[in-house]
């Protein structure tokens, strides 16, 4: 008796790093079933839910069970202050031992379900990207191609499953070539050199902030090079130089967005990929280079739009990234917005600044990236009039981790332009005598 999604079988395997938890293809496609139909006792196919995935097999199954019962799951990692911020119109909010498991029978056909997933937008404020569950399972088709995924295939994925990394290329990866899908809910390094050191040829997902912090822990060299895939930004020479010297090989670089799922690539070949660039194409992807400089997409695994606005007319996306196209590799040139870079994971300066406007008298306020070493981001806040303790407090309540304010300057005004705008490039960098952490 199997499970489809798509046309795609549930035969992935899942188990948790660092623990004894394990689910066969068989058992995971059984528990997808069977929470399948304890869904659909509570919700109609084509109602929308909220799921908070946290790695375990059981939420993934719960995850594919949404799927399987038709239902339009709005993607979080658990403790998302987006979740609560964005006040999505959900039926329910799942967390962690909320998905009922019945009985396992045929489940009957359903209209195919849309998945949501916060991203940054290329402006404003969170939104909520509406992608067909088809595209999502498309992507993962493009990643077991690109890398040669099979059965025997080991994905470890630190990230969390609701980043869209780790869903296209974890999960849709997975589902598609039938491999092993190891999760991490607690990053421990040296839990991940040790598995990637006894895995058969694993892929690993990261940033560059984990590549970083891997580098610095300085792992012994690898008996077999891993396949080491990175997303999220450029890596630095210097990251990239160490990854290379443990693993044999460089990582590679993967460029896509939450909208457009995966654009360019790079993979095994004979040539060496250039030490700027993302890749080529996908199969699917096309990219077009506008007189400014910057990039506009159109790929097979395109979004219908944003949740609760017009449905999307244009053909291609604006990924606000400048670029160009040369050798067949794109090469990226810089980033039109000032979304901060941690780890990985958009953060959005105006939200952060919002959050604070809201929970304290501060006469203003500006958030900003101080760029780290790692080529990844810090988060500061500069601001007027109110005491770092009670920004920090207020942040602490309101935003994720990854969200928070590595040091918070109280300046007596913000340096303005002569148009009145904020001079970033006057604002502090890190100065520990002047911050609150």
Same mark, same amino acid.
């Given at each position: 008796?199997?499970?489809?999604?798509?046309?795609?079988?549930?035969?992935?395997? *899942?188990?948790? +790093?660092?623990?004894?938890? !394990?689910?066969?293809?068989?058992?995971? #496609? &059984? =528990? /997808?079933?069977?929470? %399948?139909?304890?869904?659909?006792?509570?919700?109609?196919?084509?109602?929308?839910?909220?799921?908070?995935?946290?790695?375990?097999?059981?939420?993934?199954?719960?995850?594919?069970?949404?799927?399987?019962?038709?239902?339009?799951?709005?993607?979080?990692?658990?403790?998302?202050?987006?979740?609560?911020?964005?006040?999505?119109?959900?039926?329910?909010?799942?967390?962690?031992?909320?998905?009922?498991?019945?009985?396992?029978?045929?489940?009957?056909?359903?209209?195919?379900?849309?998945?949501?997933?916060?991203?940054?937008?290329?402006?404003?404020?969170?939104?909520?990207?509406?992608?067909?569950?088809?595209?999502?399972?498309?992507?993962?088709?493009?990643?077991?191609?690109?890398?040669?995924?099979?059965?025997?295939? *080991?994905?470890? +994925?630190?990230?969390?499953? !609701?980043?869209?990394?780790?869903?296209? #290329? &974890? =999960? /849709?990866?997975?589902? %598609?070539?039938?491999?092993?899908?190891?999760?991490?809910?607690?990053?421990?390094?040296?839990?991940?050199?040790?598995?990637?050191?006894?895995?058969?040829?694993?892929?690993?997902?990261?940033?560059?902030?984990?590549?970083?912090?891997?580098?610095?822990?300085?792992?012994?060299?690898?008996?077999?090079?891993?396949?080491?895939?990175?997303?999220?930004?450029?890596?630095?020479?210097?990251?990239?130089?160490?990854?290379?010297?443990?693993?044999?090989?460089?990582?590679?670089?993967?460029?896509?967005?939450?909208?457009?799922?995966?654009?360019?690539?790079?993979?095994?070949?004979?040539?060496?990929?250039?030490?700027?660039?993302?890749?080529?194409?996908?199969?699917?992807?096309?990219?077009?280079?506008?007189?400014?400089?910057?990039?506009?997409?159109?790929?097979?695994?395109?979004?219908?739009?944003?949740?609760?606005?017009?449905?999307?007319?244009?053909? %291609?996306?604006?990924?606000?990234?400048?670029?160009?196209?040369?050798?067949?590799?794109?090469?990226?040139?810089?980033?039109?917005?000032?979304?901060?870079?941690?780890?990985?994971?958009?953060?959005?300066?105006?939200?952060?600044?919002?959050?604070?406007?809201?929970?304290?008298?501060?006469?203003?306020?500006?958030?900003?990236?101080?760029?780290?070493?790692?080529?990844?981001?810090?988060?500061?806040?500069?601001?007027?009039?109110?005491?770092?303790?009670?920004?920090?407090?207020?942040?602490?309540?309101?935003?994720?981790?990854?969200?928070?304010?590595?040091?918070?300057?109280?300046?007596?005004?913000?340096?303005?332009?002569?148009?009145?705008?904020?001079?970033?490039?006057?604002?502090?960098?890190?100065?520990?005598?002047?911050?609150?952490?």
């Amino acid at each position: 008796m199997s499970s489809e999604l798509g046309g795609v079988a549930v035969r992935a395997a *899942v188990r948790m +790093a660092g623990t004894d938890v !394990a689910v066969g293809r068989d058992e995971l #496609a &059984g =528990l /997808a079933r069977r929470a %399948a139909h304890g869904l659909r006792r509570r919700f109609a196919p084509g109602e929308r839910v909220a799921l908070c995935v946290d790695g375990t097999p059981e939420t993934i199954a719960g995850l594919l069970g949404c799927w399987l019962a038709g239902l339009d799951v709005l993607l979080a990692e658990p403790g998302s202050s987006y979740l609560a911020d964005a006040r999505p119109n959900v039926r329910a909010v799942l967390a962690p031992g909320d998905i009922v498991f019945a009985e396992d029978r045929p489940l009957p056909p359903v209209d195919p379900p849309r998945v949501l997933q916060f991203t940054s937008g290329s402006t404003g404020e969170p939104k909520l990207a509406v992608q067909p569950l088809e595209h999502i399972l498309r992507g993962g088709e493009l990643y077991r191609d690109l890398h040669g995924l099979t059965a025997g295939s *080991v994905i470890v +994925a630190p990230l969390p499953l !609701a980043h869209s990394f780790g869903l296209g #290329a &974890g =999960l /849709a990866a997975a589902l %598609a070539g039938g491999a092993t899908l190891v999760t991490m809910p607690r990053l421990n390094l040296r839990s991940l050199a040790a598995l990637l050191a006894g895995d058969p040829a694993p892929v690993l997902l990261g940033t560059p902030l984990l590549y970083s912090l891997l580098a610095q822990a300085r792992p012994a060299p690898l008996p077999r090079p891993a396949t080491l895939l990175t997303s999220g930004g450029p890596m630095p020479a210097d990251v990239v130089a160490a990854t290379t010297a443990w693993n044999g090989r460089p990582p590679w670089q993967c460029y896509g967005s939450t909208e457009t799922g995966l654009i360019c690539a790079q993979h095994e070949r004979d040539l060496p990929w250039h030490p700027d660039g993302v890749g080529s194409p996908v199969p699917g992807a096309r990219i077009a280079v506008a007189d400014d400089g910057l990039l506009h997409v159109t790929t097979d695994t395109m979004f219908d739009g944003y949740l609760g606005e017009p449905p999307r007319t244009a053909p %291609a996306f604006a990924t606000g990234d400048a670029g160009r196209l040369e050798d067949g590799e794109l090469r990226l040139l810089g980033r039109k917005s000032t979304f901060i870079n941690v780890g990985g994971r958009k953060v959005n300066p105006a939200r952060l600044e919002r959050v604070v406007r809201e929970a304290v008298p501060v006469r203003d306020v500006v958030a900003y990236g101080v760029a780290m070493r790692t080529g990844d981001e810090e988060v500061h806040l500069a601001v007027v009039g109110a005491e770092p303790d009670r920004v920090m407090e207020a942040c602490r309540r309101r935003l994720s981790p990854h969200e928070l304010p590595r040091a918070v300057h109280v300046l007596p005004e913000l340096p303005r332009g002569p148009l009145g705008k904020v001079d970033r490039g006057r604002l502090p960098r890190p100065s520990r005598e002047e911050s609150t952490t």
